[in-house]
């Protein structure tokens, strides 16, 4: 089983794995992210092929603060104080690849889950997923 879970997380989990590293830099620790996959599954904020339904919740939970999300367009300036996930596409034939890195306020990539991501390398910015704490 957890090889499988590792399987899905390693496949499909990058938005799942750049709000991890968002709550990361947040409490100063690591994160395990297949004990967390199975925590958001278990909390229903995420289905097992990693299609994240509540980011909010698991920023809040695994950072301890309250946040909410939103998504906003490529061009979006990030304010003082909010987190940034950026969303990349990559149009080949017939299909099309997406891949989301933590950024780094400015619309560039901070951090890669993959570590070097052609959709990153050859692709471009389609959106934002913008974080901001809730006090």
């Known amino acids: 089983m957890i090889q499988r879970n590792a399987e899905l997380v390693g496949a499909y989990g990058c938005y799942f794995l750049a709000i991890l590293h968002l709550a990361e830099g ?7 992210p297949l004990r967390a996959y199975l925590y958001a599954i278990d909390a229903d904020w995420m289905t097992e092929d990693c299609y994240v339904n509540e980011p909010s919740s698991i920023l809040s939970y695994f950072s301890g603060a309250r946040w909410r999300n939103t998504k ?18 990559l149009r080949e ?6 891949h989301f890195v933590v950024g780094d306020g400015a619309g560039n990539e901070q951090w890669d889950p993959y570590g070097n991501s052609v959709t990153v390398e050859r692709g471009n910015i389609v959106s934002k997923r913008i974080f901001r704490r809730v006090s």
């Open 26 to 32: 947040i409490i100063g620790e690591t994160i395990d």
């Open 72 to 89: 906003e367009a490529a061009d979006y300036e990030t304010r003082s104080g909010e987190l940034e996930i950026l969303r990349y596409e």
């Open 93 to 98: 034939t017939m299909t099309t690849k997406a």
